[in-house]
């Protein structure tokens, strides 16, 4: 008989992981606590924006016309525990006020709502991402708390998708990783994989701490090298080079790769800044903290380049205090193709600049409504001709490829002065000036 699955926690990576198992043909029940939530997700509407979730939503939920039936919703860890046979953990850890640490509270508590429904033979398997050791610990409560005993058993497989492709990481992913102590864990993800394995998924299998810290390393490496081309750009800066020249350049070099070498304002979201985080907070505890104390430089280097931005833009300002100053901002999210706000490097100088006095207005395609929430003194503008509008500088600080197509031309029309900044190296400088404007980036030429 076809396994059962169920994922528990329907926010980023459950809501997509759900859709995912019903794709692949599983009979899926999600669940969460948040009871609106669950009622959104069974009209088949998402509650944040994400190319092509809404429509896999809609391809499976049950009682949507035309949908396979196979994803439901229940808020109730009873029916969950009877349903399924594998149980995903897809809650969020975030990070700890006021410490680096991350914050297991939701994992203990959906852990401790499950397993004294646990009455049979049932695989929970933990996907978020958790400081190494957690897994151990989980499944020793697990075994505790679970009537079925060691039949509740345990397995750590780390998810690696990124905002904006989710969908397409979900079903195909780079590699999938299980930590696993016994064979039937094993099988049990093999079956729940087979179809992204018989399409090229490489399928790795390791114990429960080498399964942990192969997402916290990968998350650290990739910060590791937007930090380290950040750092060039301010050398590139001082010396006159030219930063993106020089990642294209070395990023010919297969050992170095081309990707996530672009310069700029650096890394946001609710996942790389809060996991080198954690990550540096448990080494810490294991005694290990010499070993990883590059991350802590990784964090203050991408910490800088947002006060860096605000300091460029005062420069092309003139120098002195921004009062009475406008300042366009193009982009809010943390990166394009995601209406998610968190930590996000745009946001972070747009209200730099206006705390400073500066005449804020920002636009972003997607992400307005959660930037306003979080941020609701400064400005917004219903477009980006909207947002520039008489403004003394233009900043471009998420990438979106609506700004890719601006015209320089119609847009200079509307600005007081044609300056642009982009945070993001992300236009072409040669179309910009040639429109007439005086274009600026973080490490690269000023002309
Ligand atoms: C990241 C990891 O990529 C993913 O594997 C993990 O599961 C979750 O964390 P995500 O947070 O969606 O995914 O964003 P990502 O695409 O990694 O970008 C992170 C940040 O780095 C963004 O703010 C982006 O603008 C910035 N970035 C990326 C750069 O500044 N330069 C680059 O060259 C690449």
């Known amino acids: 008989m076809a396994l059962k699955i169920t994922v528990i926690g329907t926010g980023y990576l459950g809501a997509t992981h759900a859709a995912a198992m019903a794709e692949l043909g599983f009979e899926v029940m999600g669940l969460d606590v948040v009871p609106e939530k669950i009622e959104t997700l069974r009209r088949g509407e998402v509650p944040m924006y994400e190319p092509g979730l809404e429509e896999l939503l809609r391809r499976h939920v049950a009682g949507i016309d035309g949908s396979s039936g196979r994803l439901r919703f229940t808020t109730d860890f009873a029916e969950v525990a009877a349903f399924g046979d594998v149980h995903f953990l897809c ?140 750092a060039m750009a301010e050398v590139c800066e001082a010396a006159g080079g030219d930063v993106a020249k020089l990642a294209e350049a070395i990023g010919h070099d297969d050992r170095i790769g081309k990707k996530f070498l672009r310069a700029g304002i650096g890394f946001g979201g609710g996942c790389l800044p809060k996991d080198i985080r954690a990550f540096m907070a448990r080494a810490g505890e294991l005694g290990a903290d010499q070993a990883l104390t590059f991350l802590r430089e990784i964090d203050s280097i991408n910490m800088r380049q947002r006060g860096q931005m605000v300091e460029l833009t005062r420069q092309a300002l003139g120098g002195g205090p921004f009062l009475g100053k406008r300042v366009a901002v193009l982009g809010a999210s943390f990166k394009p193709d995601s209406d998610d706000v968190r930590d996000s490097p745009a946001l972070n100088v747009a209200g730099q600049i206006h705390l400073q006095g500066g005449q804020v207005t920002v636009y972003d395609p997607k992400g307005m409504d959660n930037a306003r929430r979080i941020f609701p003194t400064l400005g917004y503008a219903g477009s980006a001709l909207e947002a520039v509008r008489g403004a003394d500088v233009v900043l471009h600080l998420t990438e979106w490829r609506e700004f890719r197509e601006l015209d320089p031309e119609e847009l200079g029309r509307e600005v007081a002065a044609r300056v642009l900044l982009d945070g993001r190296n992300a236009l072409d400088p040669g179309v910009w000036r040639r429109a007439g404007w005086t274009y600026r980036a973080m490490g690269r030429p000023t002309a």
Not at 131 to 147: I, M, N, Q
């Open 91 to 230: 809650v969020n850890t975030p990070q700890k006020h006021l410490e680096y640490a991350c914050d297991m509270s939701h994992v203990e508590s959906a852990l401790a709502s499950l397993a004294p429904h646990l009455h049979g033979p049932a695989l929970v398997v933990g996907k978020s991402t958790v400081p190494v050791g957690s897994a151990e610990r989980l499944a020793a409560y697990l075994a505790e708390h679970a009537p079925a005993g060691d039949d509740a058993e345990l397995a750590w497989n780390p998810e690696f998708l990124r905002e904006g492709f989710a969908v397409d990481d979900t079903l195909h992913p780079d590699r999938i990783v299980v930590g696993v102590r016994g064979e039937r864990a094993e099988k049990l993800l093999r079956e729940v994989y087979a179809t992204p394995v018989a399409e090229g998924s490489p399928f790795i299998v390791t114990d429960f701490p080498t399964a942990e810290l192969v997402k916290t390393s990968a998350n650290s490496f990739l910060a590791t090298k937007i930090s380290f081309i950040n």
